[in-house]
Structures are given as structure tokens and as C-alpha cells.
């Protein structure tokens, strides 16, 4: 979908930080090893790890955008709302019970027994849920992988280009960047990137979905109207959903297969496809503000 006719309309964006600030899945691998390692689960290191590299790379029929049913260890597959089908994990098709069908996934608060995943981390985790290992270890090993993505040699790449698309977006009212991270390491990593400054609000610790709807609503309790309003994520689920639900325009920013991009006004890949919609979004917002003889880009001002 081209988006020229509502990009002059947009007022706040909403940005993801991991996977949609900058993009690396080389973290996975060592994830789910640290996760497995010195367990019980540990035989099944490279199958785990396996799966995970296939699903990212859209040769396995599991993909993002699916659902894990903990109480089967099976994977559900959602449709327009509703679970139509069940998959083990190696893609065998499995009876879809009639509970399973059942259950909803167009709510912000799920069932307790469905996760969903949508990304690199997703993925680990789930498989950390899978192989039931205590929550103590899947802590533990999410931690440690994210420390050593801010130090060498594991440094993750960022783009420039992006940033600074993202410091020349003037003219909307707010950027925000919300992620489920921890506060230490969200930070860790914006002051990495060096991109903390550029942005009008910043929350670590989410709690995406419910997080990120939460926020929405405060924002059309202040006047924003749903339209004006864009998430961008690489997680729908998480990221995406919420926004689409309440009426405002979605994003998705993945180079992974995902079972629901036609959800989402936008589908993109790369960040430099991000970075040209920044600039887009500039463009069109200055000369809105041009034509009605107005700086947006002065309105609603607010410290954070």
C-alpha cells in the first residue's frame, strides 16, 4: 500500500527498539545455548538450535507470527483472528481440538498457555518454555546474551542512515521508542546505538502488548486521533496488534517469514526502507505544516 495520503497526518511514531532499530540474529544461536547448556535439555542443543535458524529462514513451517500451546507443546496458526490449524514441532500437521479453536488471540491479554512469537527472541524463549527449564536459567541466559551484545566481539550493527533519518524526523510531536527490555540494558543499548536523545519518550520494561495499548489510550484520551498515529515493530503481536486494533497505522520492519504481513499497513525488510519512510514522513508532514501555514513540529512540547 502506498502511504502518501496518510503520512501527513501522522503526529506521533512509535518505534520498537530490538529488531527494528537496528536488525542481527546472530544472538540467537548463543541464546538458546546458554539456555540449554548445563540442563538436562542440553543433548538437544542442535536440534534447538536448528529449528530456530530454520524458522527464521522461512524453510520450516513454523514461522513468526505463530502461537506456542505450552499445555501440548504444539504450535497454532492463527487466521483473521481465529486458530485454524496445529502443527508439532518438525511441521506435522496435528487435529485441531475444538478448546484449541476456541481460544481467542484478538485480545490484548492472552490465554496463560499460548505464547506468542514473533522474532529472533521469541523464538529462544519459546524454546526455553519448551524444554520447561526454570524461569531462573531462561533469565539468567537472556541477560547474559544481551550484555555481550553491547561489548566486543558480539557488538550488534547499527545503521547510520537510519539515525539519521530518525534525528531530521522534526516535524511530527513525538517519537517514542518502547521496549519490553529491562531498564539497564533498553538503555545499554540506545546509548550504544547513540540515538537516546533523539527521542521525545523513552520506556524500557513496556510490557508490550498490554504496554503499548496502555499508551495509546492515554494518547486519544489527550486528543490524538487513532490515525495519527504509527508503530512500527517487528513483532506484530507485541508491537503492531494493539495500534491496528484501536485504529491506528501499523509497521512491520522483519527480514524474517511472518504468517500475518498482510495485517499491517506496511511490510518492510530493511532498514534502509525504514530510514527512505522517515524521511517520507518528514516530507509530508513539513509541507501539510507549510500549507496550513503551521509548525506541528512546535506543538504539544513535553519533557520527559
Not at 526455553?128 to 555481550?148: N, Q, T
Request: charged residues 30%.
Amino acid at each position: 500500500m502506498e502511504p502518501e495520503h496518510w503520512l501527513s497526518d501522522l503526529r506521533v511514531v512509535i518505534f520498537d527498539m530490538d529488531g527494528t532499530l537496528y536488525q542481527d540474529h546472530t544472538f540467537m544461536e548463543r541464546y538458546i545455548r546458554y539456555l540449554l547448556e548445563k540442563t538436562a535439555a542440553e543433548p538437544h542443543t542442535e536440534e534447538a538450535v536448528s529449528l530456530g535458524m530454520a524458522i527464521l529462514a522461512g524453510s520450516h513451517p513454523v514461522q513468526c507470527g505463530h502461537f506456542y500451546h505450552a499445555a501440548d507443546d504444539a504450535v497454532l496458526v492463527r487466521e483473521a483472528g481465529r486458530f485454524v490449524r496445529a502443527l508439532s514441532w518438525d511441521g506435522t500437521e496435528l487435529a485441531l481440538r475444538d478448546d484449541m479453536a476456541a481460544l481467542t488471540a484478538d485480545e490484548a491479554a492472552l490465554p496463560e498457555q499460548l505464547v506468542p512469537f514473533g522474532d529472533p527472541w521469541g523464538i529462544a524463549a519459546v524454546l526455553g518454555l519448551r524444554y520447561k527449564l526454570p524461569e531462573e536459567k531462561r533469565l539468567e541466559a537472556f541477560r547474559r546474551v544481551r550484555e555481550e551484545m553491547v561489548r566486543e566481539p558480539y557488538l550488534f550493527p547499527t545503521s547510520r542512515g537510519l539515525f539519521e533519518a530518525l534525528a531530521a524526523l522534526t516535524a511530527i510531536e513525538k517519537k517514542v521508542v518502547m521496549t519490553n527490555t529491562y531498564l539497564e540494558s533498553g538503555l545499554a543499548f540506545l546509548h550504544h546505538m547513540e540515538i537516546h536523545h533523539l527521542f521525545d519518550e523513552v520506556y524500557c520494561g513496556a510490557e508490550k502488548p498490554e504496554g503499548i495499548a496502555r499508551y495509546i489510550t492515554v494518547l486519544l484520551a489527550q486528543g490524538y486521533k487513532p490515525e495519527e498515529i504509527l508503530s512500527v515493530g517487528d513483532n506484530g503481536w507485541n508491537d503492531l496488534e494493539p495500534v491496528r486494533r484501536l485504529g491506528g497505522r501499523t509497521c512491520l520492519i522483519s527480514p524474517y517469514a511472518s504468517a500475518e504481513s498482510s495485517r499491517w499497513d506496511l511490510r518492510f525488510t530493511k532498514l534502509d526502507e525504514l530510514e527512505r519512510l522517515l524521511r517520507r514522513i518528514q516530507q509530508a508532514t513539513t509541507r501539510r505544516a507549510a500549507e496550513y501555514g503551521q509548525d506541528r513540529a512546535d506543538q504539544h512540547l513535553q519533557e520527559i
